[in-house]
């Protein structure tokens, strides 16, 4: 039982490529959710999904996309990608929308 | 605004020496109060989970209070160790479907030997 697992765990891009990371999670979990933590900021939701072929935009969504194609993963896409998107990505999953989340570790993005 | 801040920022502590980190929230409504704690590089993971008629809940080592009236929680580490060097973040949840996490900004804590 692995819980949720995010890859890769680094990453530099340069301005303007593209890439995703993906995020698997194996607890059956309906909801899962992508964040951005920044240095003196708390966790800042990005995109969230109740369910297999469900979306939607948090807080800070712009110049992401998401898919949930499987009930298990959660692909985070970024497609051109920004300085400004520099950040530890992580990824959680929950039951439901107000039991326990349980985080990845997170990726750490670098955009030179 | 839905807001939850955290105070200390960052705290130093000796071994052995008890601690008490605070947090205060303007969510709502309100379903329940988490922390969590983060190791460097690590994602966070749960600690206590409170619900809004729970006063105090305690894991091992770690209690956490909370007042619902005064919207403060207070999470209090016992005989600290080396190992609870980390972030605490505290995290309110409210009634709102899907989108409804709202994450401190934590606190640092350093014990030290």
């Known amino acids: 039982n692995a819980g949720v697992t995010q890859t890769p765990k680094f990453r530099v891009l340069k301005t303007g490529q593209s890439m995703t990371l993906l995020c698997a999670q194996d607890?059956?979990?309906?909801?899962m959710y992508w964040y951005r933590q920044d240095p003196g900021m708390g966790l800042r939701l990005i995109h969230y999904?109740?369910?297999?072929?469900?979306?939607a935009k948090g807080e800070v969504p712009d110049g992401y996309n998401v898919s949930r194609l499987k009930k298990q993963n959660f692909l985070l896409g970024l497609e051109s990608a920004a300085p400004s998107q520099t950040s530890v990505y992580f990824c959680?999953?929950?039951?439901?929308?107000?039991?326990?989340?349980?985080f990845g570790q997170g990726t750490r993005l670098t955009v030179v | 605004k839905n807001q939850v801040e955290q105070s200390p920022q960052s705290l130093i502590i000796l071994e052995g020496k008890n601690c008490t980190l605070q947090?205060?929230?303007?969510?709502?409504?309100?379903?329940?109060l988490r922390w969590y704690k983060q190791d460097t590089g690590r994602g966070p993971v749960s600690l206590t989970i409170?619900?809004?008629?729970?006063n105090t809940k305690s894991n091992g080592r770690y209690t956490a209070t909370l007042d619902a009236d005064t919207k403060q929680s207070s999470l209090h580490i016992t005989a600290s160790q080396l190992s609870d060097s980390a972030s605490y973040i505290c995290?309110?949840?409210?009634?709102?479907?899907?989108?409804?996490?709202?994450f401190g900004p934590g606190t640092r804590l350093s014990v030290l030997p």
């Open positions: 947090c205060n929230y303007t969510v709502s409504p309100f379903s329940n």
């Open positions: 959680a999953s929950s039951l439901t929308e107000s039991t326990e989340a349980f």
């Open positions: 607890m059956n979990h309906e909801y």
């Open positions: 995290v309110v949840i409210f009634d709102n479907y899907g989108q409804n996490f709202v």
């Open positions: 409170m619900t809004f008629s729970e």
């Open positions: 999904s109740v369910g297999e072929g469900t979306t």
